[in-house]
Each structure stands twice: as C-alpha cells, then as structure tokens.
C-alpha cells in the first residue's frame, strides 16, 4: 500500500524501515519475508487481473526475490541482507521465509507454470527433509547454515506455517504432473496435525501453547495471540483439505468473494468431497470455532478496542500493548471462522477490528501505518517498517466482502439418497434410504420435507431431525407412485432445511423407473 516510500532506487528491493514522516531511512537491511510480500503484491495484481503484462511483471519480482536470499548450496533460503544484498546472518527461519511458498503457489494458480510449483514443492521438501525433528516430531524455530537446529525452542508459527505449506501442495498441487509428491505432503500434513492437536493444547486453561521445548513441554507459558490467530487460519485450511475441500471461488472457500472472476479464469485443484465430514475432519474444524472465540473473547481489549498481543496461561491479558501485526492475523481468523460456521458473532468482531484497525493505526499526519502501540492506540515507536505498511490494504481489501456482510459461507446441511434410482414394477414401491449430516458448528433442528414432490409418494413425506454439530442420521423411505401409473422414469426431489426456514434448502434428487 505503501511501498514506495520504502523502495531502494540505487540498490533495489525495499529499506526495512524509514522515518515517521517518510524522510530518510533508518533501516537499510533488507529482510526476506518483505521482499516476499513486495513479489506477493505483484502476484495478486495479476491474479486480479489475469493480464498477461502484469503476469510477467509478476514472475520477474518473485525470481529476483528468490534469487537474491537462495542458499544455493544447502538449500532454502536465508532471512537478511545489508543493503547491498550480502547476506548478514545464515541462520534460517522457516517462519521467516515462509511467504516463499505462498507466492509461488499464487503465482502458479494465474500463470499455470508447473516450474513454479516445482520450486514451492522443492523449498517444501527441503523443510520436510532436513529441518524435521526426527525424535519428537516439528521443526525448530532457527537452524544454521546447513540446517542444524540452532536452538531448541519450537514456537507455534513455524508448525502452523509448515502444516500450511503441506495442505497448499495437496490444494494446488494434487492436479498437477506432481500429484503424487502432493498426496505425500497430504499424508503427513494429517500426521503432523494430529501431532500438534496432542502436543500444543492447554487442556487444563483452554487454548494452545505458543513455545516449546524440543519434547513439546511448554517453553513458556504465556500464549501468543498472533500465532493463535495463525493456528486458526492453518487449521481452517486442514479441516477443508481432510474433508469438504471447499476451494476457488464457491461460498465457504476462503477465496470466495460474491464479485465476478475474469473470463481466463481457470480453476485447479482437488474437488468439493461428497462424502459425510469425518470426524477428524471435524476436530479441526471445532478447534477453528474454539481458537476465534477465545481470542475474541479473551483477547479483546473492551474498553479501547483492538487485540492484545499476548495472555497469560490462565487467558488472562499478558501483554497489553498493541502489535499491528496482531490485529492483521485475527483479522485472517476471525475471517475464515466466519466463512467457515456463518456465526454472526465473528463478522461482528471482524467489522469492529477494521474499524479500529482504520482509526487507530494510520498516521493521520504522514499517512501510512504504525506498528506497535500502547493499550490506548499511542504509537509507541514512531518509525514505520516496511511490513505491515505493505500489507495492510490488501488485508482490509481481502475482508472486505465479510466485514461488509456479504454471505460467504456455505450450506452446512448435507444430505444423501442410496440408491439414485431403482426400478419396480406397477404397482409396486420403492425403498431408499435417506442420510443427513448437520456439517455446521451448533445443533440445529431439520426438517427434511415441505418442498418435497411429489410428496404424496412418499412414507414418510416429512421428517424432523435434532442433529448436534457434525451429527449424521439416516432413515428409510418408501416410495409408491399412484396405482397403475404408466411405465417410464419419475424423477422426485427430497428438500432438506433448517426447520421454521424455507429461505435456503438442499436438494436430493432421485428416480423410479417403472418397468413391465
């Protein structure tokens, strides 16, 4: 949003920070995950608008980018150079580096070069193979050159990160000539989530720990908002991607905003699932509703607005200031809990942080954002850095269609019929057998029937069912068409809805086929 006023004009590539009223520089380094998200920038513009100019600008930022933090010897990539672009420091951070993938993967998703996702795949592996903790499981927080763990601390972030990065293979990946390398990422992102469902969770205060030790006991006990808040994007994208796989532009996908897409567009990725969401689907999908409600309702600042940056392990607040990065990441959650289960409680707390996020962190003197801030929104360093003045309007752009209200999520009543079809002689009934799943986050009453037809039928032609979340029930149904009615094929429709609401229903469609 702000990027010029951080660009190097001799050197290239952006200062990491400059004086409040935009002045001089006061930070000439130049850090990785910046320069990624000035490549992102370029990437999303051509994802808006699939030209093909702006693609290539597109791949010309994320090569160079790529090229200038590459470690070409022992792979991956490293975090800081001066403003020369000598590398200062060797050591490696995998949350740190991390946009390198998601770049890629956008890039890939508007330019369908498999050569990008080959390099997004590759920086995956290099990860998997050599930062993996072969004894306890997870990744460290820093490694040196030749990725030796160079410290023992596990933080949340990186395994949320990397988690994100195995779900992105499968996601874009899987329709691909290196699918099979994807559903080998897919394996072990389940592994792996299941892994840090058992490992991070504070069973006894509620919520996750954010540090470890290198066997998983809590490093500290205080609890990082911001890496919650990325625990709740991450696990959003595993419940789709171990059951609805909701993706691209259809209601409930995280990508979905109600605006037209251009006329190039072109979907690639695994498909809706059918199937009735499993239950290890549904631990993710349940942690996504607790982590957003705990932040929202342990993490808000109710007199001043805005979220803390960190809680106690009681979730009691630890760190009252205020971190702009903060506010971004619940910004993420609080969107993809809303799409997710449609509860009108996380839009609210998302159009209230925009709102906040609009008053209180903008410079209304210089424009742009600061970073950090006191309890009461008093910037408490005044020089802006490059990062979140980089990203902040494509965040408040990208909430945009939930803050304003738009109805993102999708239907959470699923229904089935077994079979599709069945043939009977005249005269004769039918027997099917009917299966609902409530697919949603609270216990809802069904009424399935109502629009049925012909509902005269069936037997029974209206049924009620108390579903708790994720709850599946079934019952037979009989069907006997009107006495000697003609041979040929009856299509009939079954309606599944919420009961006392004909607005919105699901419809299960299936055939008799009467024969001599």
Known sequence: MFQAYFEDKEKGGLFHAVKEDWSGVVDTDKHAEEQFNAARISVIGAMITHDPETIKDAELAVDEVMDRFRDEDNGGYYSIADRDWNIT????????TDGIFGILMHLYEVNMKDAYLLKALDFLDIGLEKAWDNKHGGFFSLYTEDWKPATDIKDLETQVNMLQHMNGSWKDGMDSPFGARSAYHKKRAEDFGMLLLEKTRDSVNGGFYTSFKEDWSPAEKEKDVKQLASLVLTFYFHYHNMGPSIWGPRKGSHAYTGRPYPEVYAYRGPAPCPEPVSDKAYLFGKTVKEVADLIRDHAWDADHGGFYTS?????K??????LISTQIM????????????????????????????????????NSGVYSSFSRSWTPTFSDKICEPNLMVGGILSMVQPVSEGLNVTRQ???SWIEPQAREIKKNGSANFTITVQNQGFEKVRVRVGGLTAPGRWMDPGDVNLDLEPHEIRSYPLKITPPKDMPEGAYW???????????ADYVPLEGKIIIIP
Do not use: H, W
């Open 317 to 322: 607040p630890e760190n009252n200031t205020k």
């Open 330 to 365: 619940c910004l993420l959650a609080l969107n993809v809990a809303y799409r997710l289960t449609g509860f009108p409680r996380f839009q609210e707390k998302l159009a209230e942080t925009v709102k906040i996020v609009e008053e209180k962190c903008f410079d209304p003197g």
């Open 412 to 414: 959470t009543l699923a």
């Open 311 to 315: 809680l106690k392990e009681n979730l």
């Open 89 to 96: 420091s060797k050591e490696k951070s995998l949350a740190k």
């Open 492 to 502: 009939f429709e079954i309606s599944c809805m919420p009961a006392g609401r004909v």
